[in-house]
């Protein structure tokens, strides 16, 4: 599956990650041999195989559904780039 | 005072030899002196260290030193959240991150009463086997500062060997404790899956990531782990298994233990030299009453390739967090939202990152989503099975850490695909949960070299003991003392 410098910008919009025009001959070079590298897998027979997710196939714990976090609000927001009467700012998104 | 192994420490302290505050003092001017030399620190926290030290001391004077641990000073990797602290991993993302709150990993440190000297530098969000991909610069080999340490945790291996800490924490996805330990001649742990808590570990690839010790003795790890290790109802992935006292079995008898040699590790692509010393050393534990045995693990090729799917995908998810909103970084003037999140990942995350973030977006796109993650958790489970038939017929699986010695700055960071191969013996520890250790085993041209012990799930205390028998027989482990200034 050879990939080409239209297919990284594809995957760089869906990844929300801007790469310079510099930088994309050689993310779209090493991506292609990344490819390769990986497409070893395709000709191993993995019939019946189950994929595997967690290293010991433990399933999720669960615990009562009660309050227990404090609520941290004004010291998170201490560390964000805008914040206003409590709530974080982005660029306006509707007009 | 900087030559003591952490149980030194303990022992010194114990007899009031020297107080926390003494030592704590002398380790934070050994790193003023020296480590503009190695770069092996991104934060030294001198006045916490000091503050730490002194409550430490007090407590040992009143007789309130709950723990052994109280009073020894270590070191962070910068990738365990630090309350107060800029927790950078690495990255011009997280440079301005003050964490507010701690990493279980680090409560649990404090509550034992240890020092934080300082955060250590790493390859930016773990991603990197030479260092050489953290924002703060590459750090430098104690044994020759024109190498690599390793990676991931580089700054931790190093700043262990050049008897800046005696012990640090550190983390490991694909090998970065194992690695950059066999480079720095130093003894790293990465136990199973599970074992150390996660939370408030920055995650890199959540199925894989664990944390560990990186010292310089087997006994020094089995204490740090010691430290470490447990369950922890925040990380829903932390197992609930009672956590052994390590350092009760180091002095077992090796009489009859059962030692695997892979024949995919052993064979003519091994560097001739790394197996030369790894023969000196299956003779050293067969003269202490192992047996050794060859096995197979005949996946152990597809582990590169499945790890370069697998790792990547859940990247891509893990770092979708850093979008310039709540905390990190952000793009000056972004003229709307797509632009802000765009620009902010673009301007902040270094190449091997933002290479990651592609590959594994694209691996879990609409149409490849089973030709690659799909296939690679089929694959991964084949390797873990081959783990599985391998216990079977033996207790412990020794083979190399890494490809060769370090190597020099530069020399493998132009091409992506060598700088991944160095952790061709380490990744499917990672890929199948087990617990993995490096520990020094000879010098090749001036540099360590490392020998790789892989165990049975929650066998930490064997891979330990295996290890300690051997450092009580051979050197190699204290040859990092003699080489640091």
Known sequence: MAINRSDIEKIAVLARLSISDSELPEVTESIANILTLVDKLQAVNTDGIEPMAHPTDATQPLRSDIVTEQNLRDTFQQIAPATENGLYLVPKVIE | ?485
């Open chain 2, 1 to 485: 005072m900087h030559h003591n192994s952490i149980a030194d420490i303990i022992r010194g302290l114990n007899a009031k030899d020297f107080s926390s505050k003494e030592l704590t003092i002398h380790l934070l001017n050994r790193i003023e002196q020296y480590d503009s030399q190695y770069n092996s620190f991104i934060t030294v926290t001198r006045e916490q260290a000091l503050a730490a030290a002194e409550a430490a001391d007090k407590l040992r004077m009143q007789g309130n030193d709950n723990h052994l641990f109280c009073g020894v000073p270590i070191a962070h990797k910068d990738i365990f959240c630090t309350e107060g602290i800029r927790t950078s991993c690495g990255s011009k993302m997280l440079d301005n991150f003050i964490s507010p709150y701690d990493a279980s990993v680090v409560t649990r440190f404090k509550q034992a009463g240890a020092v934080l000297l300082g955060k250590t530098n790493m390859d930016e969000f773990a991603m990197g086997s030479s260092n050489e991909n953290s924002y703060y610069g590459p750090v430098k080999n104690p044994w020759d500062t024109t190498r690599v340490p390793g990676g991931s945790s580089g700054g931790s291996a190093a700043a262990v060997a050049a008897l800046l800490t005696p012990g640090a924490t550190a983390t490991d996805t694909g090998g970065s404790i194992r690695q950059p330990a066999a480079l720095c001649g130093v003894t790293g742990l990465k136990p199973t899956y599970g074992r150390v808590s996660r939370f408030g570990m920055i995650a890199f690839a959540s199925s894989l990531d664990q944390g560990g010790p990186i010292t310089r003795s087997a006994e020094d790890a089995a204490i740090m782990l010691g430290v470490m290790a447990g369950y922890d109802p925040k990380d829903s992935t932390s197992i609930n298994e009672p956590v052994p006292d390590y350092t009760a079995t180091l002095t077992d008898s090796l009489q009859g233990l059962k030692i695997g040699l892979p024949n995919e590790y052993f064979s003519k692509a091994l560097n001739p030299e790394i197996e030369s010393a790894l023969q000196l050393a299956i003779k050293e534990f067969e003269t202490m009453g192992a047996k050794v045995q060859p096995i197979g693990l005949p996946h152990t090729d597809l582990a590169v390739p499945a790890y370069y799917v697998i790792a990547p995908a859940e990247c891509s998810a893990n770092l979708s967090r850093y979008d310039g909103v709540r905390y990190g970084y952000r793009c000056s003037e972004p003229k709307n939202l797509e632009d802000l999140y765009t620009r902010s990942r673009g301007e902040a995350f270094g190449i091997e990152v933002k290479r990651r973030i592609l590959v594994g977006t694209y691996a879990l796109s609409a149409g490849y989503y089973d030709a690659y993650y799909s296939k690679a958790q089929k694959i991964r489970r084949l390797i873990k099975q081959d783990f599985v038939e391998a216990f079977k017929s033996v207790d412990i699986i020794l083979g190399p850490t890494a490809p060769s010695p370090a190597f020099s700055i530069n020399a493998k960071n132009k091409d992506p695909i060598e700088m991944y191969l160095e952790d061709i013996y380490t990744i499917s520890a990672n890929l199948a949960g087990l617990p993995g250790m490096s520990i020094p085993v000879g010098i090749v041209n001036n540099m360590p070299i490392g020998m790789q012990l892989i165990g049975n799930y929650f066998q930490e205390s064997q891979l330990l003991n295996a290890a300690h028998q051997f450092q009580l027989a051979t050197d190699w482990h204290l040859k990092t003392t003699q080489i640091a200034a």
